[in-house]
């Protein structure tokens, strides 16, 4: 492999994409996004030649343990406060529902991490910064 970049859906953050270069076409077995190559975000890592959709459930693993471990319980509560859980008497579902909530967090989190990413590599800095 030469290209040290991984490409991933723009929508649900996967590696697991097919895509063409110069102008190609792109789409996401991961969840059926498809789009222009151009789209596909990219993360300037590969470690040791690391498998990319192994890489990339790595990291939105890692972020999704970061994110029970300090939002975790906050989280329930703003999910019950606004009525986004079922039944938050019944502590089974609430420990479900709230992991899915996790999850898909975590992967729209890693997504925006990676697009801001290139938002600075593209700007060379914040815009905001005088
Ligand atoms: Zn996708």
Do not use: H
């Not at 990291?59 to 939002?71: C, G």
């Not at 967090?105 to 600075?120: G, L, P």
Request: aromatic residues 6%; glycine residues 8%; charged residues 25%.
């Amino acid at each position: 492999m030469t290209d040290k970049n991984i490409r991933i859906c723009p929508e649900c953050g996967k590696a697991t994409v097919d895509y063409t270069i110069f102008g190609g076409t792109a789409s996401c077995r991961g969840c059926g996004w498809r789009g222009k190559e151009t789209d596909l975000l990219l993360v300037p890592m590969n470690p040791n030649g690391t498998d990319p959709e192994q890489l990339m459930v790595r990291f939105t693993l890692e972020l999704r343990t970061l994110l029970a471990k300090v939002l975790g319980t906050p989280l329930v509560r703003f999910l019950a406060d606004w009525g986004f859980l079922t039944d938050r008497t019944n502590d089974a579902l609430v420990k479900k529902e709230a992991a899915m909530y996790l999850t898909n967090v975590a992967r729209a989190v890693a997504v925006s991490i990676i697009k801001t990413r290139e938002e600075i590599a593209t700007n060379g800095r914040n815009p905001d910064a005088s």
